[in-house]
Every structure is written in structure tokens, then in C-alpha cells.
């Protein structure tokens, strides 16, 4: 006769305690994986607890499970439980609803298998660009999310180590090039009076078409410049130009157009505000930094390219969504590129061309 091994779930055990002294007794909606990640099951996160909440608006109250470590100690790492953090996902609930709709809890899971995946964390401050809806196949403007602390949930220490309660608030594509431009913090504190306690609403407007709110990021970026220091950029590349005996064609950087305007204006906020600015893809890395002088060199797979406040502020006015090629006076040798992004679907077919 075999003995029962009991499970050690202190990590999960901390967690409830916590979102217990918000909610009570009351029973969560629990959302369990029935094959563990580690066994070659599909959603990495071993559960998602869904609370019903009446205040500031009636929501659910997403809280997972899974980003940190719910049993036995495994990593190193004494400082931190797992990855650090659990996320919360606060959405909109209908008084009739009984259960939180699929789509979130999915969209929880995706997120999931984005850090196992990449082994990126989410901190507060950060954004993240879904390029679609959040909700696939919904109305909604919401294509991107943004990254906050949760605001009833504080950071706890766990006997697996520290751990932060993490939200997702949907936000749409303007307030994505806001808080790139600015910083999420900063926009989305600007905001909360539209979204109370960030819960996200797939029918809402954007922020921006608030004139108030338009202007406090404006001046934000105008006072304080950018906080993105680092952008990753699908489409970046670098050709080196063709020397013959009469002619030398210019060196180029190569952009797409879906993210040329955003990193214009990323250049407004950095460069001229005496910050660098570095664009990362999987094979380039292209940084941008302030100087008296204008000059650009290569390095193994890094492009840097020194901008005086001219050259700074004629890229910014440049680079706009439009497929073009052209150069700059200040900085020759060296051409910029932006060609056509295609956006597709999950099945691969092109639904948008910007450029």
C-alpha cells in the first residue's frame, strides 16, 4: 500500500491569502490545467482564478497562477519566486454574467507562453503590441496592452521569494505610440478617470480624443521626453553600400513603415531630450545616440549612429509611414529606408499594408 505524498503549495497558498483579504469567502471561478506545461500540456499557467468585483464598476477580476513558483523552491534565485510576478486581468462584467468570457482567459495563457517562451518578464511600465484586437474577432480598438500594479493587490514575499501583482489594461494603438512617446505610467495616470481602476473595456474610445488628456501627454512628452529607451523593430536591417572605382552608393538602414513614425517620434524624445535610443530585431541592433557631431559607424552586427540636434530633428521629420528612400545632409553616407509592412492574421494572410 502506497503512501500519499502530500504537495507542498505554499506559493499558491500565499497568493490566496492575499486576494483573500480583498474578496473573503467568496468562490472563485478556478480555471485549472488538467496536463502540467512540464508534461506537454498547452497553457503554461497551472490556473486563473476570476473574482467577481463591484467597485469602482462591476468586473472580473483575473488573478493567475503560475508566473511564480506555487510549490517546492526550484530556481537559484532567493530574491524572487519564478519569473517575480503574477498578472491580473481587470474586464468589464455584465450584471447577468456568470462566468468571465473564454477570450481572457486565453489571452492569459498567451501571455503565458509569451515569457516561457522568451523569458521576458512584465513590469510595471511596460506595453506590449498585439497587432489585432486583444479579443480576436471583437469590435474593439483595443490592440495593445499596457502593464501597471495592480491596485488592491501590493507585492508580497512568498517562502519561494518576492512577488508582484502585475495588470494587463487594453489599450489602443494611440495610447500604445502615447506611452512609447511618453511614458505608460504617466498616460495611463493621465487617463483613470476615464478608466477607473483600469479596468478594460473592449467598446471604449481612446484616451487621446479626450482634449485634456490629449494635452497632459503632450506636454509630458514635451517636458520629459521618452522613457522607451529600447524598442524592438520586426523589420530593421542594414545593407552596406557598393564601392566601385567612380561611384559609392550610401549605406543604408532599412525600416518598416508601421513603426518608422513611431521611432520619429521616439527620436524627439530621446535624442533631443541628450538620450540614446536603441532599436533591437533579431539579427541588428541599431543605437542612436546625441553629439555635437553627425557620423554613423557598423561594428559586428551594431549600427551607431551619432545625431547633432539638425540631424535629430531632420530624421524625426522624415520618418513618417510612406515607403521612401532618402538621406539626410548633415549625415552623408548613410540613407534611410522605410518599406511596406504587411500586417497578417494567425492564418498568414495579409489583412492591412501600411506604407
Request: overall charge negative; proline content about 5%.
Amino acid at each position: 500500500m502506497s503512501e500519499e505524498v502530500e504537495v507542498n503549495t505554499s506559493g499558491w497558498d500565499a497568493i490566496d491569502q492575499e486576494v483573500g483579504k480583498i474578496y473573503g469567502e467568496q468562490e472563485p471561478k478556478h480555471y485549472g490545467t488538467l496536463v502540467p506545461y512540464s508534461l506537454g500540456g498547452e497553457d503554461p499557467l497551472d490556473g486563473i482564478s476570476a473574482y467577481k468585483s463591484a467597485t469602482p464598476v462591476p468586473h472580473w477580476h483575473c488573478v493567475t497562477y503560475g508566473f511564480s513558483e506555487l510549490y517546492e523552491k526550484e530556481l537559484e534565485n532567493t530574491e524572487y519566486s519564478g519569473y517575480g510576478f503574477e498578472l491580473t486581468f481587470r474586464l468589464v462584467r455584465n450584471e447577468d454574467e456568470e462566468e468571465p468570457p473564454a477570450w481572457a482567459l486565453n489571452l492569459l495563457q498567451n501571455m503565458g507562453r509569451y515569457v516561457y517562451g522568451s523569458g521576458n518578464v512584465f513590469r510595471s511600465g511596460d506595453y506590449l503590441d498585439a497587432n489585432g484586437p486583444i479579443c480576436l474577432g471583437a469590435d474593439t480598438k483595443l490592440t495593445a496592452l499596457a502593464f501597471t500594479l495592480d491596485p488592491e493587490l501590493p507585492a508580497i514575499e512568498t517562502p519561494n521569494g518576492h512577488i508582484e501583482f502585475i495588470q494587463m489594461v487594453g489599450i489602443t494603438a494611440d495610447e500604445l505610440e502615447a506611452m512609447q512617446t511618453w511614458n505608460t505610467l504617466g498616460v495611463l495616470e493621465a487617463g483613470l478617470a476615464q478608466i477607473p481602476g483600469y479596468v478594460t473595456d473592449l467598446s471604449r474610445d481612446s484616451l487621446l480624443e479626450v482634449p485634456a488628456i490629449a494635452e497632459a501627454v503632450e506636454q509630458g512628452m514635451e517636458k520629459e521626453g521618452s522613457n522607451t529607451g529600447f524598442l524592438f523593430v520586426d523589420q530593421l536591417g542594414w545593407e552596406p553600400g557598393k564601392r566601385g572605382w567612380f561611384n559609392k552608393q550610401a549605406d543604408r538602414v532599412k525600416l518598416g513603415a508601421k513603426q518608422a513614425g513611431i521611432i520619429g517620434k521616439l527620436l524627439r524624445g530621446r535624442i533631443l531630450k541628450q538620450r540614446s535610443l536603441t532599436l533591437l530585431s533579431q539579427d541588428i541592433r541599431v543605437v542612436f545616440e546625441p553629439g555635437e557631431n553627425a557620423e554613423f559607424r557598423m561594428n559586428d552586427k551594431e549600427v551607431s549612429i551619432r545625431l547633432n540636434q539638425e540631424a535629430a530633428a531632420e530624421l524625426s521629420q522624415r520618418l513618417v509611414p510612406l515607403e521612401s528612400e532618402f538621406g539626410l545632409a548633415s549625415l552623408p553616407g548613410l540613407s534611410f529606408q522605410i518599406i511596406k509592412t504587411h500586417i497578417k492574421d494567425q492564418e498568414g494572410n495579409v489583412v492591412e499594408t501600411i506604407g
